[in-house]
């Protein structure tokens, strides 16, 4: 089974991607929430994947983070949704927010996403909202990547610095937690990917 994939972004569209690894490529379909944090074709990417086999198809699907491969695997394993509702939900809504509505019994919300109905998301309420919360997927604990009043050149830098440390394995929550504190540490002429990354790594290997 392909878990993760490493190498070069060969081509992106808005649902799918191609991964150039040693030669081969790799078609994977992607959620919007990965298709923002990608970067611009010809650039090294490393990505985390569900590979799912059936009699006559093997498909790819990829994800920046780690939350959200276990969020798509978490919407799955609910009777009658399926990876293109998946990735929808991704799509659609932030993954605290979904989560938050699920344990919140929001059906007007979780209805809002393309394929799911009234009833499909009364179902996801029942068989989610504990397991929702026993993996800690609410707004408390899954931190946005970058708030949304920071400055543009900010949150590149800070998208910037996540996505590299990712992209060398590091535990993501581990990766969040560290870059926000060395973030809010700098001075605003600091603030850039490289002396993030740097402090990070220095910070997470001490």
Known sequence: MIAHLKGQLVELELSHAVIDVGGVGYF???PMSTYDRLPKVGAPVALRIHMTVREDAMNLYAFATEEERSFFRLITSVSGIGPKIALAALSALPIETFCEAIQEGNIKLLSKVSGIGKRMAERMVVELRDKVGALGMTSAIVAKVADDDMPAQDKEAFNDAI???EALGYRPDTIRKTVKQIFDS????????ENIIKAALSAMNS
Do not use: G, P, T
Not at 186 to 193: G, I
């Open 186 to 193: 700098l001075s605003v002429e600091q603030r850039n990917s």
């Open 163 to 165: 996505m590299a440390l």
């Open 28 to 30: 994977v379909e992607i």
